[in-house]
């Protein structure tokens, strides 16, 4: 698959990364000040998993910089 058909894909992905994100950020809060507590462990869980989209979503922005460095570097 070339790199211009991988775009399009990548960047839907990152959107839905992002959305998905946003909406255990919003979660979260609910959840942490209603128990009062950070150590929740429904807490911790919904934090655990907002940490593996922000590890995902940095991946893949590290994949979007190679990619420009190598155009440039191939101008």
């Known amino acids: 698959m070339l790199d211009k058909e ?7 992905d990152k959107n839905y990364l992002l959305k998905q994100l946003q909406s255990l950020r919003l979660k979260l809060h609910e959840i942490a000040e209603a128990r009062g507590s950070l150590t929740d462990p429904d807490v911790l869980a919904i934090s655990e998993e907002a ?24 101008m």
């Open 51 to 74: 940490d593996q989209l922000i590890v995902a979503l940095q991946h893949i922005q590290k994949n979007e910089l190679t990619e420009l460095t190598l155009r440039r570097d191939n």
């Open 6 to 12: 991988r775009a399009p894909k990548r960047a839907m």
